[in-house]
């Protein structure tokens, strides 16, 4: 990436999709029921065949709960990651999922991307981004 532009969020150029491959704390905005962005530091991974980024969180946790209020449409969400002038944006739906299946997916990808296991969490569910939208400067 060298200058600000959009990017296929199915179809990345390899300089993308290898910064969204290096380890990079990133933030989850989502909308509070008042409309207001309510901003968080989450990890994210980015599977651009499927144009899905996930975040695993609690289901307990804020941005959980603003995500399940959005109902089944999903609600509007943009995930993004900055490195010195470096940064990329992930926009789209976002909804949650707690069967065992789709958590298990997002803390494997999870633990590929960022070098850890989670830690054990029986309440942990995934925001996971159907893409709409991509956008990055480098």
């Known amino acids: 990436m060298t200058t600000t532009y959009s990017v296929d969020p199915g179809d990345p150029d390899a300089s993308y999709l ?62 993004c990651q900055v490195d010195g002038r470096r940064w990329a944006t992930l926009e789209g739906r976002a909804v949650v999922r707690a069967d065992r299946e789709s958590v298990a997916e997002a803390e494997r990808r999870y633990a590929e991307r960022y070098g850890r296991t989670p830690r054990p969490n029986p309440s942990r569910v995934v925001i996971e981004i159907a893409l709409t939208r991509a956008m990055g400067r480098g």
Do not use: N
């Open 18 to 79: 290898g910064f969204w491959r290096e380890k990079h704390l990133c933030t989850l905005t989502t909308l509070r029921p008042d409309g207001t962005p309510h901003l968080v530091p989450v990890g994210v991974t980015y599977d651009p065949e499927a144009r899905i980024a996930r975040v695993i969180t609690s289901g307990t946790s804020a941005k959980a709960r603003h995500v399940r209020a959005a109902g089944a449409r999903g609600a509007a969400v943009a995930v």
